[in-house]
């Protein structure tokens, strides 16, 4: 009874309010900031904030992370690897002109941009495929028919 008594008692007058409004629309305009080791803090603009926390949260969850610049010049074996293709794969796009690419000495090098723009391209392709492939199972009447080792789900083969 004594604890309901005194929230009873406590109350914040209009005057209190409003510094306490005007208390958090100061801090609302706070921006973050990052500080070193030595003391030294730096503002971040807010996107570049929210991308840290995007990336600090994948970390914790034990996702890979990469950070690749769009004018990197990757070589054809770590384009490859970006893709999840092998390196004759890759040269037979490049030699098909479906990537950019341009020549450093005999070697082929290629921007991170066209190769994340192909990747891009290519995923949309395949995402669209399967969305096509669904519809027309479902409109078949077999999308939600699991076969477990040549017999349907009831058993029959």
Known sequence: MEIEEKAACTSITEQDQLEVQALYKELRKGEAKLVGPDGRAQ?????????LCKLLDDLKAGKSVTLLQNEAELTT??????????????????????IPYHMVGTHRRIYARDVLAYKGRRDSVRRKTLDDLARAEFEDGIYDQISFGGQNEAGQS
Do not use: M, T, W
């Open 77 to 98: 074996v770590e384009a490859a690897k970006l893709l999840a293709v092998s390196r004759q794969f890759l040269i037979g796009l490049l030699d098909q002109n479906q």
């Open 43 to 51: 503002s971040l603009p807010p996107n570049l904030y929210s991308f």
